[in-house]
C-alpha cells in the first residue's frame, strides 16, 4: 500500500544519506529482519553493501539455495556466501551439551563475519558501518530477556557483539522502529517473496540444537529431509487456513513446526524384517510471541500424511512421534 512505499522511500534515502560513499556490511541469515534491510540496502545505496551469508550447514533444506537466489538475482548488493559448512561441522563433532553448542555455533558465526569484513579492508574496501535488522521488540526485550543463553546472537543487541581489539564500525538499524508485522509489510512493498516475509522463526544455531547429542552428517541428513516434509505438509495446512479464515496466524494454524532428532532407536518392522532405526519428533507449535506456546491441535489426516510421508521417504526413519506439550512447563525447542 501506499504508506508502506512511501515509509521504504523514507527509509532508502535515510540509509543513502547517512551512508555516503561509503561501505557498509550485513549479517544476511535468510530471516526476514536481516533480509528486509538487504532489500532496503539494495535500493539504497546497491553494491556499496555487503551481505555476508555465513553457511554453517545447519540449515533447513533447500534454504542456502533460496537466498542466494533472491540476493543475487532479484537483489542488487554484494553478496558473499560464506561455505563454512565443514568449519562448523569440525567444531561441533563430539559436542553434546546444548549450551555449548551454542556458543561454538555463535563465536564462529562472528569468526567467521570479522574474516570477511577483514578481507575487504584488505581489498581496499574498507567497512564502515555495520547494518542489522534489529526491530523494536528486540530492543525493548533485549533488557528483559529470560531466556539468558538462548537469546539470538545475530540480533542481540549491540552491545553483545564481541568486536575483535580494534574494530569498529558505525550501526545502521533501519528497522528499530518496527513491530514485525510492519516488517514484513515493508518487505512485501520491497519485493521480497512471500517464503521470505512470512517465514517461520528459526532459531540462529539451526539444525544443532534440533538434533539431542552429537551432530553429525548422517543425522543432519535425515533431519533435513523429515523437516522439509513437515514445512511442505504444514505450509499447505496454513495455506488452506488462510485462504479460508484471511488470517496468517489463525487460531488453529501453526506459527513454527519442525522435527527433532532425538538420540536414541527404536524397533520397527518393514516387509518381514526387523528394523532398528531411527523415531522423529513433530513439534507444531501455536504461538505469538514465542514466550508461551501451545501444541498445535492438527487434524488426524494431517498427522497420518507427515507420518506416512516421513517413514516412507526418509531412509533411517522407522517411527514419527508428536509433541504434545505447551510452553510452559516445556519450550518450543527440546534443546
Ligand atoms: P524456546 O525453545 O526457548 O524458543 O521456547 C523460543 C523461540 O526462540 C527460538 N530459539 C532461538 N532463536 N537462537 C535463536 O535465534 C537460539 O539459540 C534459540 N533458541 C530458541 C525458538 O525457535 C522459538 O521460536
Redesign the pocket.
Known sequence: DWTMDNLAEQKVAEIREQVGEDRVILALSGGVDSSVVAALGARAIGKQMTCVFVNHGLLRKGEPEQVEEVFTKQFDVDFIHVHAEDRYAELLAGVTDPEQK?RIIGTQFWNEFFAVAKQLEEDGRPVKYLAQGTIYPDIIESGARK?GG??????SHHNLIPFPEGVHFDLIEPLDHFFKDEVRELGLALGLPEHIVYRQ?????GLA?RIIGAVDPEKLSILKDADAIVREELDAYNQRLFEETGERNSEHSCW?YFCVLPDIRSVGVMGDERTYARPVILRAVESSD?MT?DWAKLPYEVLARISGRIVAEVPGVNRVAYDITS?PPA???WE
Do not use: D, L, N, Y
Open positions: 551454542r531466556t538462548k537469546a539470538s546472537t545475530i540480533k522463526p528459526f532459531p540462529g544455531p540444537i513454527q514465542a506456546a510452553k519450550t518450543i525447542e
